[in-house]
């Protein structure tokens, strides 16, 4: 049987300095069957060139004839999409070589479809590619997490446990049921579409690695930083109104209270790893 086609999505701009790298860890997939969207917003830098570089029919290129800004790039990406299953992949991030093969794998044998999220553990990468931490659910072994226990797992948490675009793995289908990307709190996009993906089925935890994701000095991640437990409280709010998420007064609590922790903790970190950058 053929195996079932893969859209990636790179939105980028201003990437030229890490989007190569970005490309190549699609390319040395062990899973074949993808295509590769680089959806350029109108970059100033060489990024038409150094796609152009390549070769890989699989790639495909367009540049936006405007700047979109980061929503509307991301947003773009599903409309352009037409693989069985869909991954966004941020233009400094990068996919472990058996990410799609796992991930695939998962969904293929679940012909209920009632899996809407494949992901694993990934590492925190700094912008020479060294490994700063690896990241995942501690405690949980690899398999099928019922969607509130993982709600509430996030919830608790105060952070983002399921981690960022590239590291989950949705059909295609659930784009038009889940909409587009929100990203009126920046810090949170990913996750605000993790718990709408998440009405839609139960969650696959592959507890091997899936992804890496780059921080950097001038990163998006990095600038939104400062915002992100005001953003926090905004989103556990937003979801807790919908009594779908069965988001309790305890879990707001003390997702909350990590969540302020986390903040202060990742604004010095950030400042020790990029001092004087």
């Not at 996919?95 to 209920?112: F, H, N, S, Y």
């Not at 990934?122 to 019922?146: E, F, H, N, S």
């Not at 779908?244 to 903790?265: C, E, T």
Request: glycine content about 8%.
């Amino acid at each position: 049987m053929p195996r079932p086609l893969v859209s990636v999505c790179i939105p980028t701009y201003r990437g030229a300095a890490f989007l190569a790298a970005s490309i190549d860890s699609v390319l040395q997939q062990s899973y074949p069957n993808f295509e590769l969207w680089v959806l350029d917003d109108n970059s100033p830098d060489d990024t038409q060139a150094l796609v152009a570089r390549y070769t890989d029919p699989r790639i495909k290129y367009l540049r936006n004839a405007t700047n979109l800004g980061p929503q509307g790039n991301w947003n773009r990406c599903q409309k352009v999409a037409q693989g069985k299953y869909y991954k966004l992949l941020p233009h400094d991030d990068l996919l472990a070589a058996d990410c799609l093969e796992q991930q695939v794998a998962v969904l293929e044998a679940d012909q209920a479809g009632e899996i809407a999220l494949v992901f694993g553990t990934r590492q925190i990468i700094d912008p020479a590619g060294r490994v700063l931490m690896t990241r995942g659910l501690r405690g949980v072994k690899p398999g099928r997490m019922a969607a509130r226990d993982v709600i509430r797992r996030v919830v608790r948490a105060g952070a983002n446990p399921i981690g960022e675009p590239g590291n989950g793995l949705i059909r295609r289908e659930l784009l038009n049921k889940v909409g587009p990307y929100d990203a009126s709190s920046p810090f949170l996009v990913d996750m605000d579409y993790w718990f709408r993906v998440l009405m839609h089925g139960d969650a696959w935890y592959t507890a091997t690695q899936a992804s890496s994701f780059r921080v950097c000095p001038g990163s998006w991640s990095v600038a939104i930083g400062g915002k992100q437990y005001r953003d926090f409280k905004g989103f556990v709010d937003k979801f807790r109104a919908d009594a779908r998420y069965q988001i309790s007064g305890s879990d707001r609590a003390i997702g909350l209270v990590k969540a302020r922790l986390a903040s202060v903790a990742r604004a010095i970190y950030y400042w020790y790893l990029f001092a004087g950058k």
